[in-house]
């Protein structure tokens, strides 16, 4: 069954078609990469989907219900969560704060006027915060600022704040771009590892990761989906070679 | 963390604020401070309390909190003058007034951030100056400001002197007990991280928009309730409240104590008004001059203000184990 059901969407910004009829669909509990080149429309079809930006046509519809038109953080509390292309977390907090801020998004809503619970009744979720960031190996820096983390422990701490509102699909936005080889390595244990039941979209420019992560995988190019497969059929796909190389010569 | 969660911990820069708070009439005459000076302070520790829930907590500078602070004292001094002498309904009457502009206020400011929302807020309140200068002159007294008013009173108790002092200090222990209570809660935690990285805030499921609106107007409350007890002090009201020299004073006073640190700005606040009424006099015509400098020193050399010179002493001096 498709979680997210993307129908028809376009988006033009001026005379620039970034998406043209895009359609697409993500069954649920699947990791599905959408690559393409440079310029392709991925960060934009992602960006649809977060509520950055509004298509000028076409619908997106998450588990039955419609996308578009809906404040970002109302898509979160739905259940979409997303991965910068940087690592997206609050620096001047620390770690266990940052965690803390998607436990309680996940208890009160989007907004909530408890200005004077005290920390007593607080004292579960942040317990449960120790725990997911435990989970995520970075319990070493519990009391830490977030700022003063590496880049990749700030990717494992965005990942820990994504996954604390349990979400049900996550959306990856280039998850290693400019990270060292280990670091790109662990991040794609720490996916692999991630629980059950999460469809996730990853966009992505290293082929290894996609290879590694994707049961799926769609190409994207000059805004259109020109292919969509598995690995296997995507890698002698005679559209995908073209789309990346130029034409091919005769 | 855990240990954190005991009584004194929590309240430790409360009580100690009270005691600092309810011995001033003792120590503050020493240090040249005039009696009446002393309630001004915690007048102003009260204002720049709040203004510190807005900007140390969400990073938002407003240059227009004098519009709460003077609507707030006008309406205390037309409600004293024409109502009851009573200052119950005064100050009641009063802050509501002050709320409902800064919710209006605060949802047209609010779409901007940066620069934007500091010169939106300014206009705002010079709007308000000079509507008090004209169209409402007749109520307000214009130039002149407004006078008139009766003795204030709690039902049957005279608010002067001691009185005055006592009354305004409970409220401030009151109401920076209430803004340590919001650091702590959920709530607090959401402006902060506002403050952070609001697009990180948004797509963690949180309407940021209501945290800052909320931010705004508890900031615009405690503005208020200060400009209603300077009408209680002093009974008389100037246009000079709804100034853009007020609300820049409130920011000079959090940036040299410490934004974002409750403490701190209450420190710049009490350090401000001595430096003005009791220093300025032995400094003569240049005590701006020298207030200036040592604005831009703070800046420059600890842009934490008074608390990060604290916290840098304690450091040296008191370094323990566990860091806290």
């Known amino acids: 069954m498709a979680i997210l059901d993307i129908h028809q969407v376009s988006l033009s910004f001026g005379g620039l078609k970034a998406l043209q009829n895009v359609n697409l669909k993500i069954e649920k509990g699947t990791t599905h990469a959408l690559i393409g080149p440079n310029g392709a429309g991925k960060s934009t079809l992602l960006n649809v989907l977060t509520g950055m930006l509004k298509p000028d046509d076409g619908s997106v519809m998450f588990d039955g219900k419609p996308l578009l038109n809906v404040n970002s953080f109302d898509i979160n509390q739905l259940g979409i969560a997303k991965v910068f292309q940087t690592p997206a977390v609050f620096p001047e907090m620390t770690v266990l704060q940052n965690v803390t ?150 | 963390m855990l240990n954190q969660d005991n009584f004194w911990q929590h309240n430790k820069a409360v009580l100690l604020f009270a005691l600092v708070a309810l011995t001033m009439p003792l120590w503050f005459p020493i240090m040249g401070g005039y009696s009446g000076l002393d309630t001004k302070i915690m007048i102003f520790c009260i204002f720049v309390v709040g203004f510190d829930i807005l900007l140390g907590f969400t990073g938002y500078l407003s240059f227009g909190h004098a519009a709460f602070f003077g609507i707030s004292a006008y309406v205390t001094g037309i409600m004293l003058k024409s109502f009851s002498d009573n200052i119950i309904p005064a100050i009641l009457v009063a802050v509501l007034a002050a709320t409902v502009v800064a919710v209006i206020i605060g949802l047209l400011t609010l779409k901007r951030t940066g620069i934007y929302f500091s010169i939106l807020t300014l206009a705002f309140a010079e709007m308000f100056d000079s509507m008090a200068m004209s169209m409402l002159q007749k109520w307000t007294g214009g130039e002149n400001g407004l006078t008139g008013m009766p003795t204030p009173m709690l039902f049957n108790l005279k608010m002067q002197g001691d009185t005055v002092f006592y009354f305004v200090t409970f409220m401030a222990i009151f109401l920076f007990y209430m803004a340590k209570r919001i650091e702590r809660s959920p709530v607090g935690l959401m402006m902060k991280a506002i403050k952070c990285n609001q697009t990180r805030l948004e797509f963690t499921g949180i309407n940021a928009r209501k945290y800052k609106l909320l931010a705004f107007v508890i900031s615009a409350v405690y503005a208020a309730i200060a400009g209603a007890l300077m009408v209680v002090y002093e009974p008389f009201v100037g246009h000079e409240f709804l100034g853009w020299h007020q609300s820049g004073e409130v920011v000079i006073m959090s940036v040299i104590g410490g934004v974002g640190t409750l403490v701190g700005p209450m420190l710049g606040a009490g350090f401000m008004l001595y430096f003005e009424n009791v220093l300025s006099v032995d400094l003569g015509e240049q005590w701006l001059l020298v207030l200036g400098a040592i604005f831009m020193a703070v800046v420059v050399f600890m842009p934490g203000g008074f608390m990060e010179g604290i916290a840098r002493l304690k450091k040296r001096y008191f370094t323990t184990v566990d860091g806290e």
Do not use: W
């Open chain 1, 101 to 250: 801020i998607p436990v309680f998004a996940a208890r009160d809503g989007s907004f909530n006027l408890n200005m004077f619970e005290g920390r007593a009744k607080q004292r579960p979720l942040i317990e449960f915060a120790e725990q997911q960031i435990c989970e995520l190996g970075l319990e070493k820096h519990m009391y830490s600022l977030a700022g003063s983390l590496s880049r990749g422990d700030k990717r494992r701490l965005e990942m820990a704040i994504c996954l604390a509102n349990k979400p049900r699909l996550l959306l990856l936005d280039e998850p290693t771009a400019g990270m060292a080889r280990h670091e790109t390595e662990k991040t794609i244990e720490l996916l692999n590892s991630m629980q059950d039941g999460i469809t996730k979209v990853i966009v992505e420019h290293d082929m290894n990761v996609v290879f590694s992560l994707a049961e799926k995988i769609s190409v994207l190019a000059q805004g259109q989906i020109i292919a969509e497969g598995t690995p296997d059929e995507i890698k002698g796909h005679p559209k995908v070679i073209e789309a990346y190389l130029g034409e091919a010569q005769v």
